[in-house]
């Protein structure tokens, strides 16, 4: 592994992965925790080391990483306490804030510049004055899911709309557009593991190709989905015709909040309805993807999946699989994998869309559109890579 | 797909899944059911066509199969009528009862011969009337598990002590062992679909290699072995440790009768622990597997996993999967693909343990002992072979 | 128990609860079933017998029984064939359709009378023709939930309003309050299974008194809000603490597609949510029900639930409890044994509220505004009736 | 309530239960913790209260309550930090050890008299101790399940074998025989939280009478029996069959590892499996309990029900229960409510069997051979008898 200095930026910094990704990291240097959850651990390549990694990001919420870890209650209390001196010294930048995206959630660490262009210019100086500390960047998106935003209209379409709507500041881009063409335009790479689009859109996958910057999402695929996208190859392999699948989630983390707004709702439940057809050929009938926000949980998730097959003689059977994770837990090693990779892949001088990260994410950005959802087949071509 | 009349001589044949094997290629060949189930339904190759499939075999029980489907309760009443004529007009051949092997079932259809010699003339016998009536044939073990034997024994270790046994009338010899000679001895290929030790000890492989007979097994993997060899390896794939794996299963077949005997369940239980370790690579402390006769579900099956995992931070996680299946209809549509590829492999001229069949069983048999049991991985070995 | 002949006019008469009443009822005068979920089966008192039950009823689909039967698959095949021609010989009558309170429901048997004074008249005149061929009738409502109406409306604050509410054909009287005020007005008791608003209005209450008619409900006690309201007391009894409750159902029948409708479901988890804060004395902070209709199911239904309870140490614990169950054989033996009660409490002389049938109800009808949920406490009320 | 301090001595102090009751009371004493768990928190009464309850007792460990609590890493760190020297403070008395009745666990604070009666003195020399530092004192045994014993022994049959055999040092009486003995000569009430034969022969009960004490028992009922005592009641209030039940276990604290000893699981199936004959008034055919030691829960427990039942038509559904519960937890509350419990007996003048208390136990001791099982009957007589 390599020796530099690898720094992540992180969108949403003190939220409940964010305070993970760091607290992680930390307690590894220490030696205190073991590299459970962390899927290249044993990587032997150019990958940048644990220890090497620093932190730094944006949050609406101006409290430092030791207040944030204490409301998200993520750590142990020992763990908390061996690491809060490196926690507390963690306070994130300002972040951009718009309530038409992003409505159920309040903050006060707000970026308050007059347009789109300002604002980007906040984020690129951002950027620069971390890149001073540390040999490369990337920066990884952890903010709450966006509004969706209707992904086939022109200002979309290719960089010069995109770039006059900029100008215009139009309302149709968000926040997370403004950080990922930031990001692009500082050379950094890009990793979206949240639902929400952002460097999907033709306008930065151009920019990105033409910056040579590497991009990858989106939306992690940590829980329900992951095991999803497991068994559905199975039953497939087995001619067990799906004829319902019913997902549903209850999560009482801030990202659950977000998600009881309608309209973030909507995004996600979007993007994790699509791995069926794809991975089994057919339409299921039934595909209910329900998430609520319950808070007795806290950052603890629950999924509850009921899975209707018909077998020979066209008989019946069932499967159901209940998941009782823990949403930071399973997120922040695999954003720290993905910034890792797409440091990886930099170096390799690759460029655009980094299509062999799709084993890390529900909703693979793909230069055609046809995105492989099969984990084992996702997770061979992510191997081939990496050898 | 070859026009040719294929065989099936199944061992347990008025067993709960060999009737259902019949009953689902009658009503195929009546065009009243799909092909759900069917893994090979839409390969395109030189596979036996299911309608020129036929059947025979032995049993226990002199019961006709439409007696048998009747007891077993399996088919949908409209299925049983439209099929009737033809399940009565299929009668067990008498088949090898000994106690000593299988303790908890009875039957009064018996071969009442003095010797293992003579035993075995009488299946081969079965076997060459049965090839007057089609073009090939294939031996399919579905009999209750027998009792676990000492497989080191000298007696096994090579064909002419093997041989020696025979003629010595060894109570080691099991009546499954008797079956897999006949076939054997008839170049017919022998598929164990049982946890019973069968073909798989050195002696018949070796007896197998040197007569061109293809042989597969053992222990079909329908249900929470099928699941678990599918979300091991996502688990390990994700660096989550698995710190225990409580399997329960409850059924109130005949199979459950027989392994409510302490020592055919040992037999079973064995064969469903070896998977974890060589999938994940680690011995799992506590990995549990309990078997339970339980009336009130007759044919259906239920299966109940806890995992218990380790993710990052050192934090403990639980996936539980309830599957409500159906044993027969699990099994019956693989047994009928094990037999058809037998027969392709035959034709192939191949011999011996056919390893890339390994995706139908829970233990593969295998040249050196290192079966794969990661479902994804055998179902690659097994669809390079198809190409 | 007596004699006399009792007549059972049912409003969804073709849905799946009412033919499988019907089913029941004469499966059971053939004695080819026994009396599971039949709680007064072994109730030695002036009960109706099961024997002397007949049938009529309104519903929107003019198939005949058997024709109903038949689409909602809930009788077994022999079942069937043994009742078919009891079956087809029951046709139902013309039902009230009203688009603004049941929107998801297509039907063509309808009433079509200009007037809610004539559509009165015309139901009224099908319960003097039944009452011709039955010693005693009583009306049960299985019909589709209708929407949820404004209960405080002076409409129905009491007869005089609701009378001259009708004279007017006010749009704010809905189908299920005409049948009740035209039972109420042949004398006939009226029980409503379902979470309509009908005879549960201050207005109809005063009728029912005033015209010596006993009426219950409302919403039949049958799957999850029964696991519910036994559970509940029990976590209160030892003292642990509900924090969150998480209830979703899953079904497919006629009753699903109506829910599917968002102002039918309102209605519907509107009652569901009652009960906790009832039985426990405090608000559950999160206390989510859900239900989807999801076909693959049919009339089989799933619920289920997750409790947080915290105990001693104010540590937190879960309980899940998966109820896999079929909507029309649970509900079906109450509304039968709901009419056999009414019958009793109106030879008994009762008139209005019959409360001691809480046990059977999910928002059980009370006197003061105070309904008793737990199911063990009005399982001694009703106990205590009864003898 | 009254202001006399009461002491609790705990058979088994060391133990998870113990250390959890008395971790508990201290943290209510300083006001940290609130009052789940606890069903009589709100009794109006003359019940001890909670802070003037005092901890003493027995363990094979001699291990201090601080180092016991460590082992059993149910407390949270910030309570344990709370209460350390308190806990450090308290150190268990010797304690009777004997491997032909328990044979798993290892112990070195052994109590190492020559006889029974020398060991009934010392314990009897413990409790007069005790009693100095307290008003009232009441035993309660929480050691490990012993090895079942003959209980139709004639050595029990009687106080006056009993005796004679308690001079013959018979190798029939066991550790919890003595430790009841030894209470009962002391005058101090006696419960009995564990499934092992002590204080209900009738030898004891006829001493307890004789000497005026209280006794209760036995086996704490927690969790999943709690669970099928609340549901098999309404299930047959619903008159629907139970055809089978089938309950496992996983837990991985020492009273898990007592258990994989075969001899003393015996002993916790038998008292399991009693209950729902009682309960539902006919044999369940297939009721199974399994009880399986597993590491990765520690003292967490969970629970797996599934029950299948018959209803109307003859047609069959399942209901299914998971109880992630803490043993613990659940347990320490309800055996301190029985102490408190006992304690008012004596001052109410009661001796012998205390059978109101049956609600805490999953096989209550009665006069007559019919113990009542239904959770809500059992509590409606406790009820009673507080009021």
């Known amino acids: 592994m390599s020796e530099k200095k690898l720094g992540i930026a992180i969108i949403g910094l003190g939220g409940a992965v964010g305070t993970t990704m760091v607290a992680g990291i930390e307690l590894l240097k220490k030696g205190v925790i073991g590299t459970e959850g962390l899927p290249l651990a044993d990587f032997e390549g150019d990958l940048a080391k644990y220890e090497n990694i620093v932190f730094a990001g944006w949050d609406l919420n101006e409290a430092n990483l030791a207040e944030a870890a204490t409301e998200h209650d993520v750590l142990s209390h020992k763990q ?9 010294n963690i306070k994130p930048w300002q972040s951009v804030g718009n309530k ?4 159920n959630i309040e903050g006060e660490n707000l970026i308050t510049e007059n347009s789109h262009r300002q604002t980007i210019e906040r984020i690129k100086q951002n950027l620069q004055e971390f890149k001073e500390i540390c040999d490369e960047a990337v920066v990884i998106n952890l903010a709450s899911t966006e509004k969706l935003v209707d992904e086939a209209s022109e200002t979309f379409a290719n960089l010069e709309n995109f770039e006059k709507a900029l100008n215009e500041n139009s309302n149709e881009i968000s926040p997370a557009m403004l950080y990922a063409y930031a990001s692009i335009s500082e050379n950094v790479p890009y990793g979206n593991f949240t639902p929400s689009v952002s460097a999907d859109i033709p306008a ?9 910057v590497p991009i990858a999402g989106k939306d992690g695929k940590t829980g329900q989905t992951f095991i999803k996208t497991v068994l559905a190859p199975a039953l497939k392999s087995r001619a067990l015709k799906v004829d319902g699948w019913y997902s549903t ?3 009482g983390n801030r990202d659950g909040l977000a998600l009881s707004n309608e309209d ?24 209910i993807v329900d998430i609520r926000y319950y808070k007795p949980r806290g950052d603890n998730k629950e999924a509850w999946d009921n899975i209707d097959v018909t077998g020979f003689l066209g008989q019946s059977m069932q499967i159901k699989v209940n998941f009782l994770c823990k949403d930071s837990i399973l997120a922040a090693p695999l954003a720290i994998e993905i910034a890792c990779c797409l440091d990886l892949a930099k170096q390799q001088g690759k460029s655009g869309i980094q299509e062999q ?8 950005i793909t230069k055609e559109n046809n995105p492989e959802h099969a ?9 081939d890579w990496l050898k």
Chains 1, 2, 3, 4 share one sequence.
């Open 100 to 103: 038409s995206f992003l409505a």
């Open 249 to 251: 989630n209850i999560l």
């Open 80 to 88: 908390f306490v061996n690491i809060e001196k490196e926690l507390t």
């Open 375 to 383: 984990f084992h087949r996702q997770e061979e071509m992510f191997l």
């Open 204 to 212: 930065l996958i151009e920019f990105a190709e033409k910056n040579g």
């Open 357 to 364: 990260l799709s084993v890390f994410f529900k909703l693979p």
């Open 264 to 287: 973030s709702l909507r995004s996600k439940v979007k993007t994790k309805a699509s791995v069926l057809r794809n991975i089994l050929g057919y339409e299921v009938e039934d595909h």
